[in-house]
């Protein structure tokens, strides 16, 4: 299938649009580890950077599932010491992309700020994920993504009008608007690159990058469309054609027939009352609707509705497990889930027609030997075996 991945080995040369990149990634938490093996997935060489004093992890998995460090090669190295700041200095020197996630200062504290790295290699992109971003006066707190979402006003707006706000899992701040947001910032100044020569440094904070995907929610506030109440709005449960309700067998539907012609469809099949097609924006008519529809739901398992919903445009879906999304025909079909080994995973996105990417694999002992990573750098062997002679590079 075209744009779908190779298999579960990352070859020696790797394929998709970003084969020759040259990425190192200061070893992470949270949203950095994923934009890594985003950029490895699309054919970047990414050097994973870990402390050679690196403690067990707050959640620590076996290496087969540690997508963290999958598709990588990987390095432990001594930052305290002046060897290891230069070692890194000299990788640095030949690589295209750095991307850090340290609280502000702590990298220039350790003589690894862009001004240091600029000075080897002007052309480095030096890309910087933090919570709140490289200054301001939360800038040296820390955070997760619930945090960084309350302060965007969005833990606000998610979840019913009479219960609390909803963290989304980590998939907002976190992912969306941290690693996200570094990817996409990180290919923008490739391309400049590419017109000037020039590297730069890509401040990416989770707390703005989260409010930069709510920005047509800004607009639709800004226009009198919105309110700022969770509950209340066409697609945060308070709109009875956008939400979920519970079937006969305790599982749930997702409703979202947002335009007329989709809901006169889900109302025909349902069935619902005539009047209440012709009022689907009439606000005083949805807790009679919500009650309707609920009332109807309970009648019927979930696979009952997903097979009568199936075939149209009603836009209703079962509310599927992620176990059960790996099994759903569609995403068969798409090959959307791929095996690793005993790790079934989602498939890397988005697919490309030129240049199959190749899925990232548990780092094999090659990927963990120092000297042929720093032989792939410009180091020479006697140079290798002094540094592991000092210990600077770990095991």
């Not at 020759?20 to 050097?47: D, R």
């Not at 730069?200 to 009198?224: F, R, T």
Request: proline share 7%; charged share 20%; glycine share 12%.
């Amino acid at each position: 299938m075209t744009g779908s991945p190779t298999g579960a080995g990352v070859p020696s040369e790797k394929t998709g649009p970003l084969a020759g990149l040259k990425v190192i990634e200061l070893a992470g938490l949270g949203p950095l580890p994923l934009a890594a093996l985003i950029l490895s997935e699309m054919g970047a060489e990414v050097l994973r950077i870990e402390r050679a004093d690196a403690g067990q992890p707050l959640l620590s998995l076996p290496e087969e599932y540690d997508l963290d460090r999958h598709g990588r090669s990987i390095l432990k190295l001594d930052l305290k010491r002046p060897a290891g700041v230069e070692l890194l200095l000299r990788l640095a020197a030949r690589a295209d992309l750095l991307v850090e996630g340290f609280r502000p200062g702590v990298m220039e504290r350790l003589g690894l700020g862009p001004d240091d790295l600029f000075q080897h290699n002007p052309a480095l992109i030096y890309g910087r994920l933090t919570g709140f971003g490289q200054d301001g006066p939360l800038s040296g707190r820390a955070g997760h993504d619930i945090t960084y979402l309350a302060y965007a006003g969005l833990l606000h707006a998610i979840g019913r009008r009479e219960a609390p706000p909803v963290p989304p899992l980590n998939l907002v701040a976190d992912q969306g608007g941290g690693a996200m947001t570094l990817v996409a910032g990180a290919l923008a100044a490739l391309f400049q690159r590419s017109l000037t020569g020039k590297g730069q440094v890509i401040d990416a904070s989770m707390i703005e990058g989260a409010s930069m995907l709510a920005a047509p929610i800004h607009a639709y506030l800004a226009a009198g469309l919105w309110s700022d109440r969770r509950g209340e709005n066409l697609l945060d449960s308070g709109a009875p054609f956008y939400d979920t309700y519970g079937t006969a067998d305790a599982r749930h539907i997702a409703v979202g027939c947002l335009e007329p012609r989709f809901f006169a469809e889900f109302a025909r099949l349902l069935p619902l009352d005539g009047h209440f097609v012709g009022g689907q924006y009439d606000k005083s008519l949805w807790p009679a609707m919500r009650a309707a529809i609920a009332g109807r739901v309970r009648e019927k398992t979930r696979d009952e509705w997903a097979e009568l919903f199936a075939p149209t445009d009603a836009c209703v879906a079962p509310v599927l497990s992620l176990v059960e999304a790996r099994h759903h025909p569609h995403n068969r079909a798409r090959q959307s889930f791929v095996k690793s080994g005993r790790l079934e995973r989602p498939a890397p996105a988005p697919r490309f027609s030129q240049g199959l990417q190749a899925l990232a694999a548990v780092p094999t002992a090659a990927d963990r030997e120092p000297a042929g990573i720093l032989a792939r750098f410009g180091l020479n062997e006697q140079e290798i075996e002094a540094l592991a002679k000092a210990g600077i590079l770990g095991r």
